[in-house]
């Protein structure tokens, strides 16, 4: 099982960034799907759910109008589209899957955004 992130890097503030997470060894179309972030001093906290076959999504109140996510589940991909990004999402983004009772995490990727 693999979930890596990628597409994280440093951005402006005000900019835009696209992660993806590719997944490979278990059954992605049943999976739902979640972004999460770990910022400077703070816990891990979610930032958006997808679930199976995109019949539901949500992300999380400091994100709202700006992060999208999405999933292909033909290219077992996940994705976070982030616009208008501020000093305050700095940090490390992982994505999650979810089976049942099974969580798979993925190594994470930086996102930096600058001032």
């Known amino acids: 099982v693999q979930l890596v992130e990628s597409g994280g890097g440093l951005v402006q503030s005000g900019g835009s960034l696209r992660l993806s997470c590719a997944a490979s060894?278990?059954?992605?179309?049943?999976?739902?799907l979640s972004w999460f972030r770990q910022t400077p001093g703070n816990e891990r906290e979610l930032v958006a759910v997808?679930?199976?076959?995109?019949?539901?999504?949500v992300v999380v109140d400091p994100v709202k109008g700006r992060f999208t996510i999405s999933r292909d589940n033909a290219k077992n991909t996940l994705y976070l589209q982030m616009n208008t990004v501020k000093p305050g999402d700095t940090g490390v983004y992982y994505c999650k899957a979810t089976i049942g009772n099974t969580e798979y995490w993925g190594q994470g990727t930086q996102v930096t955004v600058s001032s």
């Open positions: 997808i679930a199976v076959n995109s019949s539901f999504s």
């Open positions: 060894g278990f059954t992605f179309s049943r999976s739902n």
